[in-house]
Structure formats: C-alpha cells, structure tokens
C-alpha cells in the first residue's frame, strides 16, 4: 500500500494550502483517515480525522480553521488548510488505518507559514 501525500509547501500567515493524500489500497473506502503533524522538536501530533461513516474530529488548535475530507472514488483524503498560522509549520502526515488490521503512514509533506 502507498500514501502519496502533497500539497504543502510555503504560505503567509493567513494563508490557504490543501494537502491530499492519494492511496493505491483498494481497503480505502473500509478505512479510517488521518492527518498528522510533527514539528521541529516536536512529537508528532493528531491534527484531525475521518471515519469510514465520515465522522470527524479536530484537535482544538486546528478547529475552525481546516477541514478533513475524503473522496472514496478517487481514494483520496483531503486537509483544507485556512487561516494559516506560523504554529501550523510542521510536516503533515496522512494516515490509513482500520483498528487491528492494518496501519499505513504517507512519507509526509512539509508546510511553512511564514512570511
């Protein structure tokens, strides 16, 4: 299975990017989607997730501003980055997964929020 991520790149603060996330696994649309992030000296953290059913959840600091959303023909999961701030600078990962049957990672896109 492989996660090609893309989309980041370097934005001011303010700013909009859409991240995607292209998978070859035919088990996309049985699986639970996930954006994370890691920034320099950090671990990495959840930014926000979608359900098989498309139920979603944010982490508080990212709520309001970006979107998760996924696209099962295309196998594809989308972040809708808005309102960008430097704190946003990190390399974001996409992430599929189905809870005790297989776990897959992208290699990552970088974001940088800076003016």
């Known amino acids: 299975v492989q996660l090609q991520a893309s989309g980041g790149g370097l934005v001011q603060p303010g700013g909009s990017l859409r991240l995607s996330c292209a998978a070859s696994?035919?088990?996309?649309?049985?699986?639970?989607l996930g954006w994370y992030r890691q920034a320099p000296g950090k671990q990495r953290e959840l930014v926000a997730q979608i359900t098989i059913g498309g139920a979603t959840v944010y982490a508080d600091s990212v709520k309001g501003r970006l979107t998760i959303s996924r696209d099962n023909g295309k196998r594809t999961a989308y972040l809708q980055m808005n309102s960008l701030k430097s704190e946003d600078t990190a390399v974001y990962y996409c992430?599929?997964?189905?809870?005790?049957?297989?776990?897959?990672w992208g290699q990552g896109t970088e974001v940088t929020v800076s003016s």
């Open positions: 992430r599929l997964f189905r809870y005790g049957e297989f776990d897959y």
């Open positions: 696994a035919s088990t996309f649309s049985i699986s639970d």
